[in-house]
């Protein structure tokens, strides 16, 4: 049974950093692209992170590029999403993503 679990988010300053981590389960994470998404009150879902099963990284969205790198360990099945200098707009819940499976995700809110 497939199953993606975030941990790591929490309530953060703007210009802060948080590390999202995504634990897979029934299956690994070494053989298949993984995704992360997020979407704030009242918006769509916004993808903002993808690597690949090899680990190479799609482009990011001008949204986060160069404040966010996403990564994986193969041998903890885990995916990350390492996010620097947040801001504001960046609050949302943060899901990982595989095909059609999902997170639960995690709450990030940037505030003073």
């Known amino acids: 049974q497939v199953q993606l679990a975030e941990s790591g988010g929490g309530l953060v300053q703007p210009g802060g950093s948080l590390r999202l981590s995504c634990t897979a389960s029934g299956f690994t994470v070494s053989t298949y692209s993984m995704m992360w998404y997020r979407q704030a009150q009242g918006k769509e879902r916004e993808w903002v992170a993808a690597i690949g099963a090899t680990g190479d990284v799609a482009p990011y969205p001008d949204s986060v590029k160069g404040r966010f790198t996403i990564s994986k360990e193969n041998a903890k099945n885990t995916v990350f999403l390492q996010m620097n200098n947040l801001r504001t707009e960046d609050t949302a819940v943060y899901y990982c993503?595989?095909?059609?499976?999902w997170g639960q995700g995690t709450q990030v809110p940037v505030s003073s």
């Open positions: 993503n595989r095909n059609t499976y």
